[in-house]
């Protein structure tokens, strides 16, 4: 891990998560760690007109638990896709 990563934190390791498909858009969910906690991040993909756009939504919501800020991030990309749709990429 470089010494940039250790004092800013870094991408959380997510065990098998996959992405899950919401609405024709590809949700990666990515927690950051941050001291010893995680923030909720996510890559979300979609393809337009045969173009893979990406979009990535990272949140103030932090939690200690792994499997738990997983789940959260999850949720508030949903919330994210049905508020913004395709509108996310521009």
């Known amino acids: 891990m470089s010494?940039?990563?250790k004092l800013f934190?870094?991408?959380a390791k997510v065990k098998d998560v996959e992405p899950e498909l919401y609405k024709d858009f590809l949700i990666f969910p990515e927690p950051v760690s941050e001291g010893g906690a995680y923030r909720i991040a996510a890559r979300i993909e979609k393809e337009i007109d045969g173009e893979?756009?990406?979009?990535?939504?990272?949140?103030?919501?932090?939690?200690?638990?792994?499997?738990?800020v997983t789940q959260g991030t999850l949720t508030?990309?949903?919330i994210f896709i049905d508020q913004m749709g395709d509108r996310i990429f521009e």
């Open 3 to 5: 010494l940039l990563s």
């Open 9 to 11: 934190g870094g991408k």
């Open 52 to 68: 893979v756009k990406v979009h990535h939504m990272k949140r103030a919501d932090t939690g200690t638990d792994l499997d738990d």
């Open 76 to 78: 508030k990309a949903k």
